[in-house]
């Protein structure tokens, strides 16, 4: 079965940093895609960043140059440096495949930026 167990979410103030994980198991990683995604109540969940198995990656222009995704092929994980936090960047954060075929969602991380 797989799985996908999402931590780091913290409050922090505005400017400061952050560091997410997202630990995969159940199945074999490598091949596909992956990816942040985030969702703040009442809105659907949106596209971040994502990496492909070769390290290529992709951001949505709100985060470019402030955030950082990574990938570890050899331990199933993945992370998400984030710098320069705003308060739009409040949300609870989740780790899935890159795709219309998703796995099933894991719990989330939250993450809020406040003073």
């Known amino acids: 079965q797989v799985r996908l167990v999402e931590s780091g979410g913290a409050v922090v103030q505005p400017g400061q940093s952050l560091r997410l994980s997202c630990e995969f198991s159940g199945t074999d990683f490598t091949p596909f895609p992956m990816a942040w995604y985030r969702q703040v109540p009442g809105n659907q969940r949106e596209f971040v960043a994502s990496?492909?198995?070769?390290?290529?990656?992709e951001y949505t222009s709100s985060v470019k140059g402030r955030f950082t995704i990574s990938r570890n092929n050899a331990n199933n994980t993945m992370s998400l440096e984030m710098n320069s936090l705003r308060f739009e960047d409040t949300a609870v954060y989740y780790c899935?495949?890159?795709?219309?075929?998703?796995?099933?969602w894991g719990q989330g991380t939250q993450v809020t930026v406040s003073f």
């Open positions: 990496i492909t198995s070769r390290g290529s990656s």
């Open positions: 899935n495949k890159r795709s219309s075929m998703l796995f099933s």
